[in-house]
């Protein structure tokens, strides 16, 4: 009797676990430029990773500097493995503080957003 309720205790345990592989949302692992960064010179490109996939025709980064003026060359990529997301900064940013946006759609759907700062010496 046991031997025969096993499968279906089985059965019911994945299926109630079932809707928890979807409770987990994505979110920003690491960024380049780490947040609140002071750097000796300026960066070539923002970097950022996240935990999950993310949709790359609806996940961008824009950087701008103090006055609001975009300084990326709005050209964000994503990687092969889409957890990463990159942006090619412009030559020559001068010293101060910029600003890193980011909009992001993970697989599942939902959009992540977020900013931080970093300053250039």
Do not use: C
């Amino acid at each position: 009797m046991i031997a025969r309720l096993y499968p279906l205790a089985l059965l019911i345990l994945l299926l109630a676990a079932w809707p928890l592989a979807g409770v987990a949302h994505t979110s920003l692992s690491q960024s380049e430029p780490a947040e609140n960064a002071v750097l000796d010179s300026a960066p070539g490109k923002v970097k950022l990773w996240f935990s999950s996939r993310i949709e790359p025709e609806f996940s961008r980064i824009e950087v701008t500097d103090a006055e609001g003026k975009q300084v990326d060359k709005g050209n964000s990529t994503t990687s092969s493995n889409r957890r990463e997301l990159e942006v090619e900064l412009v030559e020559g940013l001068a010293s101060g503080t910029y600003q890193v946006d980011w909009n992001v759609i993970a697989r599942d759907g939902h959009r992540m957003r977020g900013k931080f700062s970093f300053s250039v010496e």
